[in-house]
Structures are given as structure tokens and as C-alpha cells.
């Protein structure tokens, strides 16, 4: 079945850049996603990037995908103390009975020193 | 954007009982929404798919008739959990999926049975 792993934890200094790192198993999969999710909270779509992209910026954020790898990383410029949360990748795909269902990633948690 | 809600955003109950969580799409219409589990510094699991108009999808190893999902209408989707036990306590979070590719989050439901 479908796998996605993610390192637990990052700590970053305040203004510096913050890369977490995503690895999936699953060729197929189509879309792929990064959410963020504070204490207590529920989940923030941050971006998406499609599987036919190999890069996306919004502002901050960066993703990059190597699909030969199935590799995701996400680039947060000027990392900011409201930054700090649990990121989770997440991956799914456009086919079949599968059609919407997100397989998500442990979750990194993104710790910012001031 | 687009926003999801749930009520309650908490709930005690006591062991035996029953207790709903629904979940809303407030400013777009959802025929599909999805009903997670989490547990504490642990990743969601997908526990069942709704379909509006048609009988939810469950995961494998979710008991449907502990929990039963109705999705009503285009905007609610609602989750019991029947005859609860302590066990089931946890962080019980819906998604309402928006288009092919776009699933946004609720702010969640802290489920505690005494």
C-alpha cells in the first residue's frame, strides 16, 4: 500500500529557512499536498503541486518534487515563530476507488527559536 | 480558500452513550467528505469516506455500526459514535473535498469518554 515518511523534528533559528523533507511510495500518486496543523487544531492546506510539476512557489513557500525520487521538500523563507507547528505531507491519487482519499505522513514538528 | 466547521468542538460523555459530531462546509457545496482519526503526536487516519446520497465507505478494521456516517445533504455530514467506551476517545477531525483535488479541513472534535 501506499507509504509516506517524514523526519519528526526541525528546529530552525528565527528568520532562517526551513526545509522538511517528504518521501512517498506510491508511483501513481497524482497530487500531493502540505498541510499544517496547529496545537489543538485542525489541518491548513498550505500548497499542493501536482505530480507532472517538479516545482511550485506561493509566497514562502517552496515545493519541490522529484518524481523519479518521490522526493517532497517544503521551503519556508524567513521562518517566523508562528511558523512553528506539525507539518504533514500528504499524497493522493486521481484513480478509482482511491479517488480523493489523502495518505498523510507522520507529521514533522517544526520548532522556531526566536 | 474555503472553510470546514465541526460542533462540538468538545465533548465529555459518559461510557455507554452516544454522541454526534457534524461537520460543514459553510461557502461551498462538498459531495464528498472524509471523517479522520487522531491520536496524541500521531499522524490522521482515514476511518470512512461519505458520499452524499449514498452509504459511507469504511476503512478497513473501522466497526460501521460503532461509528455511523450520514451525509445528508451537500453542506453535512454527520459521525456517531455509538455506545461509546473510554477507548474511543481521541481527536476525530472531517475534511470536505472541493473540486478534484483541493480537501480542506475542520477544526476537529476532542472526543473524552469517562
Known amino acids: 500500500g501506499e507509504d509516506v515518511e517524514q523526519s519528526l523534528f526541525l528546529s530552525v533559528r528565527e528568520g532562517d529557512s526551513s526545509v522538511i523533507n517528504c518521501t512517498y511510495t506510491?508511483?501513481?500518486?497524482?497530487?500531493l499536498y502540505w498541510y499544517k496543523q496547529e496545537p489543538g487544531a485542525g489541518l491548513q492546506l498550505l500548497t499542493y503541486?501536482?505530480?507532472?510539476?517538479d516545482m511550485k512557489q506561493d509566497q514562502r513557500l517552496t515545493v519541490l518534487l522529484n518524481k523519479k525520487d518521490k522526493h517532497l521538500s517544503l521551503r519556508i523563507a524567513d521562518t517566523q515563530t508562528g511558523d512553528s507547528a506539525i507539518y504533514f505531507c500528504?499524497?493522493?491519487?486521481?484513480?478509482?476507488?482511491?479517488?480523493?482519499?489523502?495518505?498523510f505522513g507522520q507529521g514533522t514538528i517544526l520548532t522556531v527559536h526566536p | 480558500g474555503a472553510v470546514v466547521s465541526q460542533h462540538p468542538s468538545r465533548v465529555i460523555c459518559k461510557s455507554g452513550t452516544s454522541v454526534k459530531i457534524e461537520c460543514r462546509s459553510l461557502?461551498?457545496?462538498?459531495?464528498?467528505m472524509f471523517w479522520y482519526r487522531q491520536f496524541p503526536k500521531q499522524s490522521l487516519m482515514l476511518m470512512a469516506t461519505?458520499?452524499?446520497?449514498?452509504?459511507?465507505?469504511?476503512e478497513q478494521g473501522v466497526e460501521k455500526d460503532k461509528f455511523l456516517i450520514n451525509h445528508a445533504s451537500l453542506t453535512l455530514s454527520t459521525l456517531t459514535v455509538t455506545s461509546a467506551h473510554p477507548e474511543d476517545s481521541s481527536f476525530y477531525i472531517c475534511?470536505?473535498?472541493?473540486?478534484?483535488?483541493?480537501?480542506?479541513f475542520g477544526p476537529g472534535t476532542r472526543l473524552t469518554v469517562t
Open positions: 475534511s470536505a473535498r472541493k473540486g478534484p483535488y483541493e480537501q480542506y
Open positions: 506510491d508511483s501513481s500518486s497524482t497530487y
Open positions: 503541486i501536482f505530480s507532472n510539476m
Open positions: 500528504a499524497e493522493s491519487n486521481a484513480g478509482g476507488t482511491s479517488y480523493g482519499k489523502l495518505t
Open positions: 461557502d461551498f457545496q462538498a459531495t464528498t
Open positions: 461519505s458520499n452524499e446520497g449514498s452509504k459511507a465507505t469504511y
